[in-house]
């Protein structure tokens, strides 16, 4: 409960640096992007997504600056995508001008003998030592991409892939990652009038992208969105461990009904060494009921010991399991066993219980309900007071 105090107070406590304020010009350039995901978000849902993109850009800053760089240690850095998504929001309102060819001369120097020569022995644990970058720094490209870059820039931005093909000495993925800088630095030089007269700015417009990708990122981070691979931060594992045993007793007395399973079934079964006997027995048993078949068929019902209950076991057999999957009043088609035998079955009820409160199953799934609710809470508090700290009227 202390370390959750500890970083909710750190949070609360932070200074702020974000750009808060958006032109109307800017709010449909982003518009336009999201409307073709989702063709209802109106201009105030923009706006409302880029303030809020706003408050997470911060709060990336401060709680989780490593994704400002680079979101996973395989993948692009976080600039690469930004200037990537600068131009899809250009491009709906600009015609985005065809950007002149490097001159044929000036890749002269380059080869893949070049590459290897002066790219470092590839590192095993995907980052380069201090040396090797200092080394890097000093090979400058910005001839080649009309705007400030070295080869150390040009290899800390790429994913892993990249980097291992290049430094095999693939020229071509070399020159059309080169071809990418020039290209987006002559495109936004080109436009630079028409920005400036609209009131935008190549920084703005990365500053607004970057955030755009960065939601999703800490959202999870927040506990709001769940990660793909369900990885939590610190964050929201410290509102986990912050919910008592009370309040995972409410949540199973509010919510009991989510805590019901399968405890046992009736049911009858019957194993055949044909198919062809299986599916006479199914048709059989479809058309009158599965007790005459049994008896017309002359067969042995598995389940004939015990009644038809079958109970719920830790190692329940092949046979259970159908029975457990069947719906009420189900009767299977011919089912081959995994002894090569044929097995037809039908469920006619089946019989519920509830997990014991203090199980770890109703434990860990209240854990989980409640930790969601928490974060979501904390959220939206933490973001109404940044709101209302930064005078933003939305």
């Known amino acids: 409960m202390r370390s959750l105090v500890l970083l909710l107070a750190s949070f609360l406590s932070l200074p702020t640096y974000a750009n808060t304020s958006f032109s109307d010009t800017e709010i449909k350039l982003v518009h336009s992007v999201l409307r073709e995901k989702d063709t209802n978000i109106t201009l105030q849902q923009t706006k409302y997504r880029m303030v809020e993109n706003a408050f997470l850009l911060e709060q990336a800053t401060q709680l989780h600056p490593s994704i400002l760089k680079r ?14 998504y600068t131009l899809s929001l250009l491009k709906g ?14 890749w002269q120097p380059y080869s893949a003998k070049w590459l290897k020569s002066n790219l470092p022995a590839y590192p095993s644990n995907n980052t380069y030592t201090t040396d090797q970058l200092a080394k890097l720094d000093k090979i400058d490209l910005s001839h080649l991409a009309k ?17 291992y093909r290049l430094h095999q000495g693939d020229i071509n993925l070399f020159k059309s990652l080169i071809n990418e800088h020039h290209r987006f630095n002559l495109i936004m030089q080109t436009l630079s009038t028409s920005l400036n007269a609209q009131g935008l700015s190549q920084q703005k417009l990365e500053h607004i992208a970057k955030a755009e990708l960065l939601r999703p990122v800490m959202l999870s981070y927040f506990g709001v969105l769940h990660s793909m691979h369900g990885a939590r931060s610190a964050y929201v594992e410290a509102l986990q461990q912050s919910i008592t045993n009370r309040q995972i007793n409410d949540y199973f007395q509010a ?6 399973y399968i405890k046992k079934v009736k049911a009858n079964a019957v194993f055949f060494k044909s198919k062809v006997q299986a599916e006479q027995f199914y048709k059989y048993a479809l058309k009158y009921d599965f ?11 598995i389940f004939a010991k015990t009644q038809g209950i079958v109970e719920r076991q ?3 057999s092949w046979a259970h399991q159908v029975a457990f999957s069947l719906q009420p009043q189900q009767l299977s088609k011919p089912i081959r066993t995994p002894q090569g035998q044929w097995f037809v079955a039908q469920t006619l009820s089946r019989f519920y219980d509830y997990y014991d409160k203090e199980s770890e199953t109703v434990k860990y799934q ?23 700290s930064n005078n933003i009227t939305l």
């Not at 002149?100 to 000036?106: C, E, L, P, S």
């Not at 919510?255 to 019901?260: A, H, L, V």
């Not at 409640?370 to 209302?388: G, S």
Request: charged share 25%; proline share 3%.
């Open 366 to 388: 209240a854990k989980l309900a409640l930790t969601e609710v928490l974060a979501k809470n904390a959220y939206q508090k933490h973001k109404a007071k940044w709101i209302k």
């Open 314 to 316: 830790n190692k329940s």
């Open 71 to 84: 979101q996973s240690p395989v993948g692009f850095s976080s600039d690469h995508h930004a200037r990537r």
């Open 291 to 301: 007790a005459r078949a049994v008896t017309h068929f002359k067969q042995n019902d």
């Open 255 to 260: 919510n009991k009904q989510s805590f019901k």
């Open 147 to 163: 705007k400030p870059l070295t080869l150390a820039l040009l290899m800390s931005e790429q994913s892993m892939q990249n980097r």
């Open 93 to 106: 309102q600009f015609n985005l001008p065809t950007a002149t060819k490097i001159n044929a001369k000036m």
